[in-house]
């Protein structure tokens, strides 16, 4: 959720915040959950380690930095 600009006396001053609620669950071994505004982000090692039932949480912010 995004707060409106505060109020300032200099036009060019905008001031802004940002509010993010996460709610995240830990599954069996590395499998990972969270739920972002209504969005369902699951994350998983390969084996030895995981499941590899989701992409790793390396790939998701190498993503990020594309975007």
């Given at each position: 959720m995004t707060t409106?600009?505060?109020?300032?006396?200099?036009p060019d001053i905008v001031s802004r915040s940002n509010l993010m609620?996460?709610?995240?669950?830990?599954g069996d071994r590395m499998k990972k959950q969270s739920e972002v505004r209504g969005f369902t982000i699951m994350c998983d090692e390969r084996e030895p380690m995981g499941n590899d039932t989701a992409p790793p949480p390396l790939a998701y912010f190498a993503s990020s930095i594309l975007f």
């Open positions: 409106p600009a505060s109020q300032s006396q200099d609620e996460v709610d995240a669950w830990t």
